[in-house]
């Protein structure tokens, strides 16, 4: 059984940082491994934030390039995300995601990710 273990969330200041972690176990690391970031506040569907598949194939939404940064350790079963020079518009609830692509030069869709965490809330004040 796979299970996602998000931390890290809490209240910042505009300008400020936060680093999130996934914890991840019962989930197997291969070629086709995606792992990513997803965020949504009330109202609004949940939207990719960064991704990272095997290979170094990393993706990020325009909103955050160059202020956030993906990682993994797959020796420690960690998913991280270093955000920076964090806005108000940041603010939401962070959930960490895995599965796998259907091919291996496939991108790590929406669809590629069938486990989810429950979230950690991120809230940046002005």
């Known amino acids: 059984q796979v299970q996602l273990v998000e931390s890290g969330g809490g209240s910042v200041q505009a300008g400020g940082s936060l680093r999130l972690s996934c914890a991840a176990s019962?989930?197997?690391?291969?070629?086709?491994?995606?792992m990513g970031w997803f965020r949504q506040t009330a109202g609004k569907e949940r939207a990719a934030v960064a991704t990272?598949?095997?290979?170094?194939?990393?993706s990020y939404a325009d909103s955050v390039k160059g202020r956030f940064t993906i990682s993994r350790d797959n020796a420690k079963g960690t998913l991280y995300l270093q955000m920076n020079s964090l806005k108000p518009e940041d603010t939401a609830m962070y959930y960490c995601?895995?599965?796998?692509?259907?091919?291996?030069?496939?991108?790590?869709?929406?669809?590629?990710?069938?486990?989810w965490g429950q979230g950690t809330q991120v809230t940046v004040s002005s």
């Open positions: 019962g989930y197997t690391y291969s070629d086709g491994s995606c």
């Open positions: 995601a895995a599965g796998y692509r259907p091919t291996l030069f496939s991108s790590c869709a929406r669809s590629s990710f069938p486990y």
């Open positions: 990272i598949g095997n290979g170094g194939m990393i």
